[in-house]
């Protein structure tokens, strides 16, 4: 075996000289982080489709003026908004009921997911709303017709085909999570992007941290990706494709 790849694999290893394990858990906070976003995302998303479907206009004013304004401005710039403000807003709770004085910072976990979920909830929103777009209308129309109520509607008809119709967008919002994470390196958060950093710092050798890292990010995308396309073919089953 070559001596570079030797070094390597001790390099990456789990030995007590290796960075295998705190390279692992960094790709387990990168998991975590953007499937809360991903989660929080979600309720943006369908708030704001809804928003845009309900005909009431400040609703879809406020909908409307969400994913335009977060789809125009960088997710780097969500992210110190979210950070930044989120702070400001802990600290004047702070100084108005206990008195206390000083910074008081949000937790970079929370910061981190919260502005993944802004950012990624604007282009859910265009997902769900697109999907609810093809849900055949002669199928609500039919449950109008024997009676059903609304909220029946939406939970029996409306909400599965939605969900079915959007599987193959939000597996691309996945993964622009994914991506996103790296940027919540900025408030401190040890994700995979700044482990590899701060491994490539420690012992001078980027390209080994930084490969490894991408090489992990790759084994979630494609695992991720399987499970979307799994999941899509599952929502498919007993459906004539065009």
């Known amino acids: 075996m070559p001596a570079w790849l030797v070094a390597y694999w001790e390099l990456m290893g789990f ?7 705190l390279m692992l858990q960094a790709a387990a906070m990168t998991v975590a982080v953007s499937s809360s976003g991903f989660a929080l995302g979600a309720l943006f998303g369908a708030l704001a489709a809804w928003g845009r479907l309900s005909g009431h206009r400040i609703a879809a004013a406020i909908a409307t003026t969400y994913t335009t304004v977060i789809r125009g401005i960088p997710e780097l710039l969500v992210i110190y908004l979210v950070f930044f403000g989120g702070a400001a807003a802990l600290g004047w709770f702070h ?3 206990w008195g206390g004085e000083g910074f008081v910072s949000l937790p ?3 910061a981190g997911f919260v502005a ?3 950012s990624n909830g604007a282009y859910q929103a265009e997902v769900f709303r697109g999907a609810h777009a ?3 209308r ?5 449950a109008r017709a024997v009676g059903m109520p609304r909220w029946l509607i939406a939970r029996r008809i409306v909400a599965p085909q939605v969900l079915r119709f959007a599987l193959p967008g939000l597996g691309n919002c996945w993964q622009l999570c994914l991506k996103e994470s790296a940027l919540i390196s900025v408030t401190g958060l040890v994700e995979l992007l700044r482990q590899s ?3 490539g710092r420690s012992t001078r050798d980027f390209f080994s941290f930084l490969l490894t890292g991408a090489a992990l990010y790759l084994v979630i995308t494609t695992l991720s990706s399987g499970l979307f396309a799994l999941a ?4 498919m089953r007993g459906l004539r494709r065009a």
């Open 116 to 118: 993944v979920g802004i």
């Open 138 to 142: 002669g199928e609500i129309e039919a």
């Open 108 to 110: 970079a976990f929370v």
């Open 95 to 97: 100084r108005l009921f």
């Open 232 to 235: 899509e073919r599952r929502a």
């Open 15 to 21: 030995g007590p000289r290796g960075w295998g394990a």
């Open 197 to 199: 950093f701060i491994g």
């Open 134 to 136: 093809a849900v055949a």
